[in-house]
């Protein structure tokens, strides 16, 4: 759940590169993301690190993909 609130900040400090729309796609991600994760919860916590793991590098892939792409830039 550490590595999730992580992810949070990063999703949320992207305002300063990506537009508005992106950043509230990524911010709709990231709460599936935390209702997958409160329901891997008990069953299956270890999983719970691959999922932030996951988070990372998609929201890295979306910034380097918007800024190449589309030209974000901030």
Do not use: D, E, K
Not at 8 to 27: D, E, G, K, Q, T
Not at 33 to 53: C, E
Request: proline letters at 4%; aromatic letters at 18%.
């Amino acid at each position: 759940m550490c590595g999730l609130a992580t992810t949070f900040f990063l999703y949320a400090a992207s305002a300063i590169v990506a537009p508005w729309w992106a950043v509230v796609l990524l911010m709709m991600v990231w709460l599936a993301q935390l209702g997958l994760a409160l329901r891997w919860w008990n069953p299956h916590p270890t999983w719970l690190v691959w999922l932030a793991a996951g988070g990372a590098v998609l929201w890295f892939v979306v910034l380097v993909g918007g800024a190449r792409l589309l030209g974000w830039s901030a």
